[in-house]
C-alpha cells in the first residue's frame, strides 16, 4: 500500500487503501485488475451505500445529515446521480479531487473500460463549483439505466472552486455557462418539463439571494485572515 500523498486526512479518509500515486481510493471506485478506476463506479457499492446507509466516500455509516457533492446545475433540479456522503468528506474531496479541485479539468475516457458510470443524461462538463447540499433526507428515484436520487431540503449549502470558497461571481458564471444545458433537456420533454425548470430556478435563485452573502463575507474574512 502506497503512503498517502495528503497530511491531516479525516479519520474515515485515513482508513481508505491508496493507489500508486498516494491518493485515497473512495468506496465508490470499482477495482479492476487489482487497480483502482477512478472513472468507474461500483454498482455493487452503490447497492451498499443506498440499502445500509453508507457513505459514499468512505463506506462509513452515515449519520443524520447527508452531504450530496454536487454541481450547481443539480442544485437547480435537486437531483444527483450520486448517493450522498458525510460532509467532512465531501469537503476533503472538493480540495483533493483534481475534476473538482481544477475546474479546467476535463473527464479522461480514454480506454475507459466497460462498467457502470452513472443514470440519467449527464452534463458533460467541468462546472467550476462544486456545491455541497447538506441535507437530511433524499428519495431514490429508479429509472431505465440506474438510479438517480432527489435530494431533500438544505439545512446548509455551500459553494467551492479550486478548494475554497467560492464568490458569488464565480457561482454564477458556473450557472449561466451550463443552464443552456438543463433548457434543451426541458424542451426536449415538452411545455410541462419547461414550466418545472421555471420554478426549480426560482426556488434556486432564491435560495442563492439567501445564503450567499453569508458566504461571500465568510469568503472575505479567509482572505484577511491568510492575507
Not at 4 to 21: Q, S, V
Not at 39 to 52: D, E, G, I, Q, T
Not at 97 to 111: G, I, M, Y
Request: net charge positive; aromatic share 8%.
Amino acid at each position: 500500500m502506497t503512503e498517502p500523498r495528503f497530511k491531516d486526512l479525516p479519520p474515515r479518509i485515513a482508513k481508505l487503501p491508496t493507489d500508486e500515486r498516494g491518493y485515497p481510493v473512495p468506496y465508490f471506485v470499482e477495482w479492476i485488475d487489482g487497480k483502482p478506476d477512478f472513472r468507474v463506479m461500483s454498482s455493487k457499492n452503490l447497492a451498499r451505500a443506498v440499502n445500509y446507509r453508507r457513505c459514499w466516500i468512505c463506506g462509513e455509516q452515515l449519520g443524520r445529515f447527508l452531504c450530496f457533492a454536487i454541481g450547481p446545475m443539480c442544485g437547480v433540479n435537486r437531483i444527483s446521480a450520486e448517493p450522498p456522503s458525510h460532509y467532512d468528506c465531501a469537503r476533503f474531496a472538493v480540495s483533493a479531487c483534481p475534476f473538482l479541485s481544477k475546474p479546467l479539468a476535463k473527464r479522461n475516457d480514454r480506454n475507459l473500460p466497460n462498467g457502470k458510470t452513472v443514470a440519467g443524461i449527464m452534463i458533460e462538463r467541468n462546472p467550476g463549483v462544486t456545491l455541497l447540499w447538506v441535507t437530511k433526507s433524499y428519495h431514490v428515484m429508479n429509472e431505465p439505466d440506474g438510479v438517480l436520487f432527489r435530494i431533500g431540503e438544505p439545512e446548509r449549502v455551500q459553494f467551492f472552486r479550486e478548494g475554497r470558497l467560492a464568490t458569488r461571481a464565480e457561482v454564477d458564471h458556473s450557472i449561466a455557462t451550463g443552464i443552456d444545458n438543463l433548457d434543451r433537456l426541458a424542451q426536449r420533454e415538452g411545455a410541462k418539463a419547461v414550466n418545472e425548470l421555471e420554478k426549480c430556478k426560482q426556488r434556486f435563485t432564491a435560495l442563492l439571494d439567501q445564503l450567499l452573502p453569508a458566504q461571500a463575507a465568510a469568503f472575505l474574512k479567509g482572505r484577511r485572515e491568510n492575507a
